[in-house]
């Protein structure tokens, strides 16, 4: 498995990006794609999941209301998009991927580079 995040760059406070993770490799039937993001001194931290066959969502309560996390299945592609950012958005972004029995994720993207300036 394989996934390719892109789509990060250098935003103002209360702009917008719209994150990319393509994923090959294997079909995602029953499989859970999460995005998360580490800022510089701490942890790692969860921002939204998607399962794969219906397309239901989960958020952190830092995403909701601003972030949306979607798919296309044609594609095998998982977005996030991004509205409203702040700074405190600044941080590298992973995509990950499980199948839906696993508690952990198997596979991790490369990860992306957001930067929010105020």
């Known amino acids: 498995v394989q996934l390719q995040a892109s789509g990060g760059g250098l935003v103002q406070a209360g702009g917008s990006l719209t994150l990319s993770c393509a994923a090959s490799?294997?079909?995602?039937?029953?499989?859970?794609m999460g995005w998360f993001r580490q800022a510089p001194g701490k942890e790692r931290e969860f921002v939204a999941r998607l399962t794969w066959n219906l397309g239901t969502t989960t958020y952190a309560d830092l995403a909701k209301g601003r972030f949306t996390i979607s798919r296309d299945k044609a594609k095998n592609t998982v977005y996030l998009q991004m509205n409203s950012l702040k700074p405190e958005d600044t941080a590298v972004y992973y995509c990950a991927t499980r199948s839906s029995a696993a508690r952990d994720y198997h596979y991790w993207g490369q990860g992306t580079q957001v930067t929010v300036s105020s």
């Open positions: 490799g294997r079909t995602f039937t029953n499989w859970i």
